[in-house]
């Protein structure tokens, strides 16, 4: 896949988790798996964003930017300033989140691998098809 079409399709896919992350903090009762799906959805959105600043890259790389992005920001917490900056501007608390949680760094590791596999694979099967085309 070209780079550039790379970036469209994780675009469109980073658009879709923002919709799918927003029903989720919109409708889904609050509890441990609307902030387990929530702890996913940021981390595929970091990576599907880190696709789009950089879609010439080998997926390790937005996987590591990922990855380092969520862990900071899940480390940060620890500080209280998210939760207090949060409660002046509570859309900052869909960026920033509230409070730290180590299960927090478990999803947003599996989440960004997972996305990293699945970026790859996809990649390899389109490689493969346009081999079988001639192309």
């Known amino acids: 896949m070209t780079a550039g079409r790379r970036r469209i399709v994780a675009s ?19 509890g441990a798996p ?12 970091v990576y599907l964003l880190a696709v789009v600043l950089v879609p010439r890259r080998a ?18 917490q620890l500080t209280g300033l998210p939760l207090a900056w949060g409660e002046a501007a509570p859309l900052l608390m869909l960026v920033l989140g509230t409070v730290f949680d180590a ?30 085309r001639g192309a």
């Open 103 to 132: 299960r927090d760094l478990v999803l947003y590791t599996v989440t960004v691998l997972a996305a990293a596999a699945v970026d790859r694979l996809s990649g390899a099967a389109l490689r493969r098809a346009r081999r079988g």
């Open 12 to 30: 469109i896919a980073a658009a879709a988790t923002v919709a799918a992350g927003l029903g989720v903090h919109r409708f889904a009762p609050d």
């Open 59 to 76: 997926v390790w790389v937005p996987a590591v930017i990922a990855w380092v992005w969520c862990t900071t920001i899940e480390l940060f």
């Open 34 to 45: 609307s902030d387990i799906a929530g702890d996913a959805l940021y981390a595929l959105l």
